[in-house]
């Protein structure tokens, strides 16, 4: 004979079968189905609490920051903390005030923590740790305004402890050459332009906006051409002259060491007689009128303005008298020349005339070629009567002299501004004499000539070198202090573009302004209208991660039936596991934790909540022990 089952056991089978049609059970409730049945005052689909409807069904005041209550997707509301503080945070602080933010998160900006310099961790108050490598967060040389470098840290025993040590950096244009800088300003370090072992024998070595050595006064002595820096080389005297050095006649030279030979050079008046001067003064170099050629008898030579003065010397009896003794040695007789001319006695032209002595004066014929301006000659070779390029109103160059001697020729000359790059100009305007920026010995970019029509290299660059140029925007990590931001970014990492002409935004953001851009899920408080159901859930809190991707930790799905079963468990036996259960495998996780809970949790579960998961009171039997089933 059957006996009957206990009610509770009854129960429970109903209770645990309830999925089934079994013959004596009556139909329950199920929360969470998405429909409000008899004993439910609601039923959103779900059993989360927080969204208006409970985890029982029962209605409930919607969650709303700003009510002073942390709610489902809070973490504070007003002094609500959800039992929060500094310390419990895990982000190192030490105390200090939590507070909760307009938008019900955490702020944090009043907590403290105490910094030991030393401790390896950077606290408040600090701007690295030293170590080997030192901890230095984001910083280096170069975002903090110097060109390059490496960025240390002090360490505890220093006057200001852990606060970045920049002696590493360098930075061009402050005067001091540091490691990575070949000078800097007038530190050459002791280099010149002779010990820079690239030929130069002389000049003046420079330092170039970019900390690079300048050698455009450098030079070479002995190569025949007179570089800058050097006055003369050989035969080059750069069209100077002894007249354009302050003397009044002569011939210049240039010595062994590139310099102004003046040896040859005259100065009337200084009491020396020094070619091409026949007297000085009382200097007349043992001349006397009868050895000077001109035919005098005798008397006493002068000087005059560094010419002789026969006013002194006495002529021949017979010098004089209208006819050419030539028994007494005359060439000529005043007027009377004999039939002789310039060009009979060997000049190219010219006017003879006779002396007093009666002798020919060939001082006014010339012949073009020897070196001695004559007569009507301009110049006569390297003879120019002290004219310069300058002095013919050019800037710079060579003057010559015409074939012919009646004229200068200024070919030679040059004139800064014309266009026409011509000796000594290493350019003018565009013509930059075949020179570029890759000779001049830079990676790229674009020369120029400068108002001096000297070379302008400060459109040159060498890219990759680490040290940002002016024609450069930045070179590899060398930004120029630039960051995603400073460029209109929200964040990211800026770099260098190939060419140093322009910056790389790639790797730059905008996720954490607050809006949502190309290529981010969400941005801050802007989910772009999705919502935890979006993402398959039924309930909850969408939110935003870090890096602008959806955040559905928040967020309760479907088929949670079990949270509701458990968490009444939990209010009334005290045997339910942890809850509750959350995430796409919420319902897989309940049922294992409760779905082999003894008969006796099942009389309980039974007798204090029935299988509807609302309020006990509505499909509970009201005494303890009895079953729900006929």
Known sequence: MHQRRPAALAAGLCLALAMATLPGCKAQPECGNGTAEEGEDCDDGNTA??????????????????????????LCDGADLGGQSCTTLGQGFTGGSLACAADCT??????????TCGDGAVGA??????????????????????????LGCFGPGAAAPCTYDTAGCFECGDGTRDATELCDGADLGTESCASLGVGFTGGTLACSPTCTFDISGCATCGDGVADAGEPCDGPDLGGETCVSQGFDAGVLACGAGCTFDTSACASCGDGVRTAPEPCDGADLGGAGCTTIGQGWAG????????SY????????ASCGNGAIDTAAGEECDGALLGGASCVSLGHAAGTLACTGGCVYDESGCSTCGNDVIEATEVCD??????QTCTTQA????????APDCSALDATACSDCGDSLAEPPEACDGADLGGASCMSEGFGDGALACDAACGVDTSGCYTCGNGVREPAETCDGANLAGATCASRGWAGGTLACAAGCLGYDESGCTNCGNGVVDAGEECDGPDLAGETCAGQGATAGTL???????????????ASMECVGWCTCQLAYCGTAPTNPYTGPSAYDDCLTDCGGLSMSALDCRTTHCGYAMTDPGTHCPHSAGTSVCP
């Open 394 to 401: 050019h800037d710079a160059g060579s003057v010559g002299c």
């Open 543 to 557: 939110g935003c991660t870090a890096g602008c991707t959806f955040d559905t930790a928040g967020c309760i799905y």
């Open 381 to 386: 070779g390297a003879d120019l009567a002290g």
């Open 106 to 115: 955490l702020d944090a900006s009043g907590c403290t923590a105490t910094a």
């Open 309 to 316: 003065d026969t006013s002194g010397c006495t002529a021949p």
């Open 299 to 306: 008397g006493v030579l002068a000087c005059s303005a560094c």
């Open 125 to 150: 108050g600090e701007d690295c740790e030293p170590g080997s490598p030192p901890v230095l967060g984001a910083a280096d040389c170069l975002n903090l305004g110097f060109e390059g470098g490496t």
């Open 49 to 74: 609490g927080g969204d208006g409807c409970s985890a029982t069904c029962a209605a409930e005041a919607p969650v709303q920051c700003g009510d002073g209550v942390a709610g489902a997707g809070e």
